[in-house]
């Protein structure tokens, strides 16, 4: 039943996009369900952010060849940034993710304002599978059920690839993993702002003057920080605080600044440790925010009885995968990150400390639901730490495996910059590939497998669709 419909593909973001474009090259038929308006929705909320990786890292490889490919109805023109500039979010939207979504072979196949609410099994006789259900189930459809400004549609499927991102599950402030007493009326109220504000643009006027607590140790709260120190020298009567749940550790705060191969991701940690070291924010260790009391001020409150009294709070706290819509469809999830199970053990930040990425594909990915994945960075659940060139490999493996090209999704391709130094560099930015234990300082990364580098886009600054946040 399942073999006359396409592949769902949920989210029209860079991996959702390439997703498509993979199954296109080799001929399989394709839906793209993007709950925003456009393609690249999620990431036009921080389009002010600039990349710390060139534009050389950010292009898959398929969606290149079909953009520069001429076909019937289209020139084949397009023409890709300088590879050695680094983008902003909003170009990466609209020089590269706009016109990959207009192409002729990918505007009649994306479906704008369809936010997917379930997803699910549907029988030949068109009886539904829920998660009980087994007999037939492999060889079953998938339903997919979305909300439109129309009302709910259901959607019909032969394969689903889930690459709808985290960026709208935001994780708590408050301690051990839920909200903080107050933390709900908080939000309401406008004393807490997500971690990518725009403090010289759009926010200016929200923030500048206030008394600012940012928490987070990920790129995200890097790049809020070191755009408020600017605010600040316009503003002197601004007052950044910058709080971490422990005991700060220069090395993984700070980076690898002149050893990392990513300039521009170097200088990140560089100029925050300026900020720092200066006095112009002050940084404050184990804060564990118990409760919050908005009143014309937010009064927080930490597990150790502290108080901190401030205008706003920027949580650059990370990201959670919306899991509620898989609920049911048989998943093989690790229980810790909620990443695939075989997945979670690599990529888990509890335990990984030498900034390490593997090379993984289709066979690391695949759950008990046959034919359906989480990919991006929704695959590494609460892992801060996807890097979009990962992404872009897990979705080459996987169309190759839809596609019934078993060498090819078997085969691993993967080559990462070194972040140049021995520790998830930031609070929890994966950015090196996988090196020897004994030589974690060693110059020069040491890929597990050689490839072409198609996109390094961090779970800080440059993660698509969800800028992290561990702290």
Not at 242 to 250: H, I, K, M, Q, S
């Amino acid at each position: 039943m399942s073999q006359p419909y396409p592949v769902i593909v949920i989210g029209a973001g860079p991996i959702g996009l390439a997703t498509a474009a993979h199954l296109r090259e080799r001929g399989q038929e394709v839906l793209v369900l993007e709950s925003g308006e456009h393609a690249g929705a999620a990431m036009q909320q921080w389009a002010h952010i600039k990349l710390f990786s060139p534009w050389r890292f950010n292009i898959d490889a398929a969606a290149r060849r079909l953009l520069e490919t001429p076909c019937e109805g289209y020139a084949g023109d397009w023409e890709a940034p300088r590879i050695t500039k680094l983008p902003t979010g909003g170009e990466l939207v609209r020089e590269y993710l706009e016109p990959l979504a207009a192409h002729p072979e990918m505007q009649p196949r994306i479906r704008y304002g369809h936010r997917v609410v379930k997803v699910s099994r549907l029988l030949e006789d068109g009886r539904g599978a829920d998660k009980a259900r087994t007999a037939g189930r492999d060889e079953s459809a998938f339903l997919v059920r979305t909300e439109t400004a129309d009302g709910p549609v259901d959607l019909i499927g032969r394969a689903v690839v889930d690459a709808s991102g985290t960026w709208n599950q935001p994780s708590p402030v408050g301690r051990a993993g839920i909200d903080a007493i107050g933390e709900a009326e908080a939000r309401e109220r406008g004393f807490i702002l997500g971690g990518l504000p725009d403090p010289l643009g759009a926010d200016r006027q929200e923030l500048a003057g206030k008394s600012l607590l940012v928490l987070g140790a990920g790129h995200s709260a890097a790049n809020t920080i070191i755009a408020l120190g600017r605010l600040q020298k316009q503003y002197p009567d601004t007052k950044i605080q910058w709080g971490l749940r422990g005991v700060a550790n220069p090395i993984r705060l700070y980076g690898g600044g002149a050893a990392d191969q990513l300039p521009a991701r170097g200088q990140l940690g560089t100029s925050l440790r300026r900020l720092v070291e200066n006095g112009n924010v002050q940084l404050l260790e184990n804060v564990s925010v118990a409760a919050m009391k908005p009143e014309e001020q937010l009064t927080v409150v930490l597990a150790d009885e502290r108080e901190l009294v401030v205008d706003r709070i920027i949580a650059a706290t990370g990201f959670r995968p919306d899991l509620q819509m898989l609920s049911e469809l048989r998943l093989d999830l690790d229980e810790s990150v909620e990443a695939p199970r075989q997945l979670g053990p690599l990529i888990d930040p509890e335990f990984h400390s030498c900034g390490t990425v593997s090379a993984h594909g289709e066979k690391v990915l695949a759950h008990p639901e046959k034919n359906f994945y989480i990919v991006g960075m929704k695959s590494y659940g609460r892992a801060p730490t996807f890097l979009l060139a990962t992404g872009y490999e897990q979705i080459r493996s996987i169309a190759a495996a839809l596609s019934g090209d078993a060498q090819a999704a078997e085969r691993l391709e993967l080559e990462l910059p070194e972040t140049g130094v021995c520790s998830t560099d930031l609070g929890g930015s994966c950015d090196a590939p996988a090196q020897q234990e004994s030589s974690c300082c060693s110059s020069g990364p040491q890929p597990v497998a050689l490839g072409i580098p198609t996109g390094t886009m961090h779970g800080g600054t440059e993660l698509v669709g969800r800028p992290s946040g561990e702290w």
